[in-house]
């Protein structure tokens, strides 16, 4: 969300190319890029159990992960900016290295690892698609913006750029990625489930499940019946003095009975 936010306020000229704080923002958001290539990378190893997800280890891995890369690629970027450190606007290797081709890699093994999971763990072949379908669209994304933007903004007379085709593949991107949700099978992992992959090959699906599936929930093994019944609020019948209160006999005539001899007096 705070990516997508410094982007449009980049892409939109909310902070104009040329001023004082535009070049903060540009390191903000390269930090931010950074950051996403590497939580899903450490995201991607989950699946293999390599640690546990939730866990104390995994959420700090995950955590300690993205801001060491933040703050790496954010700083590489405005040391270049402000020529600090030996980096300036003409020496953009360092710069090249920690925004490409680091996210580049860690992009790779990301895929590789859902790939190499889905063949080996699930029956549907499906998903494959849906990662096929992901790539897809970042790569064309990329290509429209590095490749062919000004020829794009040339031929519509700037009214758009490739960086308007681009985020529009980016975002179908995002979405392959947020819209899975891989389940594991338990011989493989024991009862491991991510939101990571598609909805459609999981079973649960608990945000648009109510009136639309069936079977929603899976029963994986039934209490039994000698554990049902024991419990310190065991209950046989009605052996309380408050069990009944108030009754009309055949008569007609309202009897209280119990609340330890309150009818006898009244």
Known sequence: MLLTVISLCLDSGVVPIGSAPYAYFVAVQAGLTSALCTCLLIN???????????TPLSVW???LSTILMFVVTGGV???TFQSWIGLSPTKTMALFV???VVN?????VYVACQVILVMGTLEDRWPLGDIVFGVFFFVVGQVLLY?????????VYHYLDGLFFSSICNLLGVMMVYKV????PDHFCQKLTRRQ???????????????????????????????RHTTIYEHTGPTSDYATSTYHSSGGNRTSQGYGGFSERY
């Open 44 to 54: 991607g190893f989950i699946g293999f159990q390599v640690y546990e997800d939730g």
């Open 61 to 63: 891995l995950l955590r």
């Open 77 to 79: 970027a405005i040391c």
């Open 98 to 100: 920690v925004l490409y």
């Open 104 to 108: 580049a890699l860690f992009l790779f």
């Open 147 to 155: 490749a062919f933007g000004d020829k794009l903004c040339d031929k």
């Open 181 to 184: 949700r891989l389940q594991v």
């Open 197 to 227: 992959y598609w909805d459609s090959i999981t079973k649960e699906d608990l945000e648009f499940s109510v009136g639309t599936k069936t079977n929603v929930w899976e029963v994986k093994e039934l209490i039994p019946e000698e554990d």
